[in-house]
């Protein structure tokens, strides 16, 4: 069963996000491009994830235990594959058709479009790996499993080479070191994620990109809880920006 620390888990990394103003692959993203208080949050993350050591050993054993309910996709990863990728093709084209009469940036793709290209390069990557989202690989080693470490860091250094690439490629990337403040409120949101991902385990990503695709109960339960809160807290900002108007 889905476990309160998850939903504890998926408001804190919420927090963390809106706080940090990106989620775990934005931050990398981020950082790709040259915002390099950005490694402020990624060192939060790393020493929180540290610190909450007895935590994710409580989190990873709940997620390895045999579920009362196991999925039926628990066991069969290639139909949960095609069934996840089937839905989020149908929806996203459902959205692209909408949105075909407005009018793209000549510099970005179609918010629709990007989805789907993430929805099946991540599909793909699941295939291969599903643990391969990097806030899985922190949890992982903050815990003491540096099985096949060499491996997954080379994987983490190609993603984020990758992100380099498609930043310079798009003319985005700049060195920017940031204010203090963006360095502190980078720092702070990472703390946040970090102890968010411990209890889930994992960030937003593996949340998204293996939770749903496996119907994992912790993760779907942390990723309802995020989206939740952080509709929540837009509401709130937007509430605030209209009292100033």
């Known amino acids: 069963m889905a476990s309160l620390a998850a939903a504890a888990g998926g408001a804190l990394f919420a927090a963390g996000a809106a706080?940090?103003?990106?989620?775990?692959?934005?931050?990398?993203?981020?950082?790709?491009?040259?915002?390099?208080?950005?490694?402020?949050?990624?060192?939060?993350?790393?020493?929180?994830?540290?610190?909450a050591t007895p935590l994710v050993h409580r989190a990873i054993a709940v997620m390895?235990?045999?579920?009362?309910?196991?999925?039926?996709?628990?066991?069969?990863?290639?139909?949960?594959?095609?069934?996840?990728?089937?839905?989020?093709?149908?929806?996203l084209s459902a959205l692209l058709r909408r949105n075909l009469g407005r009018a793209p940036s000549p510099q970005l793709w179609p918010p629709q479009l990007a989805m789907i290209v993430i929805g099946i390069a991540s599909g793909l990557l699941f295939a291969l790996d599903r643990q391969w989202p990097y806030t899985s690989l922190i949890t992982r080693f903050a815990a003491g499993e540096?099985?096949?470490?060499?491996?997954?860091?080379?994987?983490?250094?190609?993603?984020?080479?990758?992100?380099?690439?498609?930043?310079?490629?798009?003319?985005?990337?700049?060195?920017?070191?940031?204010?203090?403040?963006?360095?502190?409120?980078?720092?702070?949101?990472?703390?946040?994620?970090?102890?968010?991902?411990?209890?889930?385990?994992?960030?937003?990503?593996?949340?998204?990109?293996?939770?749903?695709?496996?119907?994992?109960?912790?993760?779907?339960?942390?990723?309802?809880t995020m989206i939740a809160v952080l509709l929540g807290l837009e509401a709130l900002r937007l509430r605030r920006e209209q009292r100033g108007l």
């Open 64 to 91: 390895a235990a045999p579920p009362g309910e196991p999925s039926l996709l628990a066991n069969v990863p290639v139909l949960a594959i095609a069934g996840g990728a089937t839905v989020a093709i149908i929806l």
């Open 19 to 51: 706080v940090n103003r990106h989620c775990a692959m934005g931050t990398l993203a981020a950082l790709a491009a040259g915002e390099l208080h950005h490694i402020a949050t990624i060192s939060g993350m790393v020493a929180a994830a540290v610190a």
């Open 146 to 224: 540096t099985a096949h470490a060499a491996l997954q860091l080379a994987q983490l250094a190609v993603l984020f080479a990758a992100m380099v690439i498609a930043a310079f490629t798009a003319g985005i990337l700049r060195a920017n070191w940031g204010s203090a403040r963006r360095w502190v409120t980078a720092g702070a949101g990472g703390l946040l994620m970090g102890v968010g991902a411990s209890l889930v385990p994992g960030g937003n990503d593996a949340m998204l990109m293996t939770g749903v695709p496996l119907l994992l109960p912790n993760l779907l339960v942390a990723y309802a």
